[in-house]
C-alpha cells in the first residue's frame, strides 16, 4: 500500500523537552511538508523540502527543526523553544503542487 | 486581508440538496487550486483540484474557478450526511514552490 505513515498518534509530553514526529512516505514524492492545526483553525506551514538534504522554513518555522536525510523520511523535532506546542501536527507529502497528507499527531505538552 | 478567505460557516443544507462553498484568494499570480474535506479529528483529503478558468466535474463534485474575480467554489449535488465535515480551500503560491495556503475552512452539515 502507498501513503503516508506519521507515529506516533498521539503523543504527551511535558514542557522543557524536546520531541520528534515521524512521518515516512512511500509514494515517491520529492517534497514533504510540516503543518500544524489549532482548533478551527486551517492549516499553517512550519517546515517544508522538496529535495533531498534540502529544506526551508514556512510561516511558523520558529521552535521546530527538521532534516531531510532520506526522501522517504521527514521527521519534525518540537523543541522546547516552542511557546505553545499543543496542536494537531499533519506531514503532507506531494508533487505538482498536490499535497497527500498523513494521519496526524495529536501533541499534547503540560 | 487574508491571503485566502473562507466562510467558517456552519453551511446547513437538506440531503439532497446542493451545497455552495466559495473560496477567495489575494494572490494573482497563483495557478493551481485545491478543496480538502477533513472530517472531524481526521486529516484532510484531497478531493477536487482546478487549475482553468471554468469547471471540472468529477461525480457529485464540481470546482468553479474565475482567476479574474480570484473566487473558486465546490459544488456538491446530491448532498449526503456523509459529506458533513470542513471543506478547506488551498491556493499554490505563486511562483511554483509548490507551497499552499489554505483558508480556515468551511464546516458543512448535511441534514438527514
Known amino acids: 500500500d502507498g501513503g503516508i505513515t506519521q507515529s506516533p498518534k498521539y503523543l504527551f509530553r511535558k514542557e522543557g523537552q524536546n520531541v520528534t514526529l515521524s512521518c515516512e512516505q512511500n509514494?515517491?514524492?520529492?517534497?514533504m511538508y510540516w503543518y500544524r492545526q489549532d482548533p478551527g483553525q486551517g492549516l499553517r506551514l512550519i517546515y517544508y523540502?522538496?529535495?533531498?538534504?534540502?529544506?526551508q522554513k514556512g510561516d511558523i518555522a520558529e521552535g521546530y527543526s527538521v532534516s531531510r536525510e532520506k526522501k522517504e523520511s521527514f521527521p519534525l523535532t518540537v523543541t522546547s523553544a516552542q511557546k505553545n506546542p499543543t496542536a494537531f501536527y499533519l506531514c503532507?507529502?506531494?508533487?505538482?503542487?498536490?499535497?497527500?497528507f498523513g494521519p496526524g499527531t495529536r501533541l499534547t505538552v503540560t | 486581508q487574508k491571503e485566502v478567505e473562507q466562510n467558517s460557516g456552519p453551511l446547513s443544507v437538506p440531503e439532497g440538496a446542493i451545497a455552495s462553498l466559495n473560496c477567495t484568494y489575494s494572490d494573482r499570480g497563483s495557478q493551481s487550486f485545491f478543496w480538502y474535506r477533513q472530517y472531524s479529528g481526521k486529516s484532510p483529503e484531497l478531493i477536487m483540484f482546478?487549475?482553468?478558468?471554468g469547471d471540472k466535474e468529477d461525480g457529485r463534485f464540481t470546482a468553479q474557478l474565475n482567476k479574474a474575480s480570484q473566487y473558486v467554489s465546490l459544488l456538491i449535488r446530491d448532498s449526503q450526511p456523509s459529506d458533513s465535515a470542513t471543506y478547506l480551500c488551498a491556493v499554490n503560491r505563486s511562483g511554483n514552490t509548490g507551497k499552499l495556503i489554505f483558508g480556515q475552512g468551511t464546516t458543512l452539515q448535511v441534514k438527514p
Open positions: 482546478i487549475y482553468s478558468n
Open positions: 523540502s522538496q529535495i533531498v538534504n534540502d529544506f
Open positions: 509514494l515517491n514524492h520529492d517534497a
Open positions: 503532507a507529502s506531494g508533487r505538482l503542487g498536490e499535497q497527500y
